[in-house]
């Protein structure tokens, strides 16, 4: 019920390509999307996140579509660049709980 | 600046030794959080807290313990009971129960000697 699955594990993508990255969610109490990037030796840094009254929400070139039937969400990164290439993290969360719920991340690499 | 700062950002234990990791936020939080990070298993929670002289045992808290005497300060011990404490330690804060975005210290690495 709490697990968020990411997929895929690692992405290699070349510079200018879309990055595309997905969660699926069980939970329909969940009500928070967030995305978290994080660089190598860094902590994460929420990158853009997404409420389900929405099903898309965008932020320069970056994207997250959001399908509430589905129970998934995405993570489309546009006009890819070798500075994209981090860790990414989707995680869930519920308005009571102080517990956000993280997918495994995945690592994007951006190919010059 | 208003963050969250983590100290040492590397620090090595001998076999059988404690260690406490520092972690300090000047955002005024409530919620303050420990993560492990190892390769290929995203974060995992070691311990949070939602107030002051309380806190609360994550997923993975055999062999750590901490302390919230402060509001701005959740220090983490790894005690000698935790056998594989190799790993990246992140903090982290939130505003509380009504925010649900996290803010991440820049971590420190535990390697073992």
């Known amino acids: 019920q709490q697990q968020v699955k990411q997929s895929p594990q690692s992405l290699i993508v070349q510079k200018g390509g879309i990055s595309i990255i997905n969660c699926a969610y069980e939970?329909?109490?969940?009500?928070?999307f967030p995305w978290y990037q994080q660089f190598p030796g860094k902590g994460p840094a929420l990158l853009i996140a997404i409420r389900p009254d929405v099903s898309e929400k965008k932020e320069g070139r970056f994207t997250i579509s959001f399908n509430k039937s589905a129970k998934q969400f995405s993570l489309h990164i546009m006009d890819s660049q070798p500075g994209d290439s981090a860790t990414y993290f989707c995680?869930?969360?519920?308005?009571?709980?102080?517990?956000?719920?993280f997918g495994r991340g995945t690592s994007l690499i951006v190919h010059p | 600046d208003g963050g969250i700062t983590q100290s040492p950002k590397y620090l090595f234990r001998k076999e059988g030794q404690n260690v406490t990791l520092s972690c300090e936020q000047n955002l005024n939080h409530d919620a303050m959080y420990w993560y492990r990070q190892d390769p290929g298993q995203g974060l995992r929670l070691i311990y949070y807290?939602?107030?002051?002289?309380?806190?609360q045992k994550g997923d993975i808290a055999e062999g750590y313990s901490v302390s919230r005497e402060k509001k701005e300060s959740f220090p983490l011990t790894v005690t000698s009971a935790q056998k594989n404490p190799t790993a990246f330690y992140l903090c982290?804060?939130?505003?509380?129960?009504?925010?649900?975005?996290?803010?991440f210290g820049p971590g420190t690495r535990l390697l073992v000697l």
């Open positions: 995680a869930a969360s519920m308005q009571g709980s102080y517990i956000p719920t």
């Open positions: 982290a804060s939130s505003l509380g129960q009504a925010s649900e975005t996290q803010y």
């Open positions: 939970n329909t109490a969940f009500d928070y």
């Open positions: 807290s939602q107030i002051v002289n309380d806190f």
